[in-house]
């Protein structure tokens, strides 16, 4: 049985840092990503990481602010987030692919074929 499992969320005031974790079990992924979704809105992208940790992208509004990683010998991949801003208030979600898209595609919800149950975060201002 696939699972991805995320920790690490909470409440912060603006400004300050949390370390999201995700461990994936069941399987490996080629890419592992993280998502938001903010009340009332869309699923949207936020950064991404392949197997070998060379290639990371990220969304423009967590550029410079987040960095992903992932730790292949024990399937996680964690999300670093300084710098926030009450904007990045949403559930995360850590998603697992195991599709070779290009960069574009891995910034969209049907590049993954796995997903975990999702942590809060809330920035207050």
């Known amino acids: 049985q696939v699972q991805l499992v995320e920790s690490g969320g909470g409440l912060v005031q603006a400004g300050g840092s949390l370390r999201l974790s995700c461990a994936a079990s069941?399987?490996?992924?080629?890419?592992m990503g993280w998502f938001r979704q903010a009340p009332g809105k869309k699923r949207e992208f936020v950064a991404h990481?392949?197997?070998?940790?060379?290639?990371?992208a990220y969304a423009d509004s967590v550029k410079g602010r987040f960095t992903i990683s992932r730790d292949n010998t024990k399937n996680t991949v964690a999300l670093q987030m300084n710098s926030l801003e009450p904007e990045d208030t949403a559930v995360y979600y850590c998603?697992?692919?195991?599709?070779?898209?290009?960069?574009?595609?891995?910034?969209?919800?049907?590049?993954?074929?796995?997903w975990g149950q999702g942590t809060q975060v809330t920035v207050s201002s």
């Open positions: 990481i392949t197997s070998s940790g060379g290639n990371t």
């Open positions: 069941g399987r490996t992924f080629y890419t």
């Open positions: 998603a697992g692919g195991s599709t070779r898209y290009s960069l574009l595609l891995r910034t969209t919800t049907s590049a993954y074929d796995y």
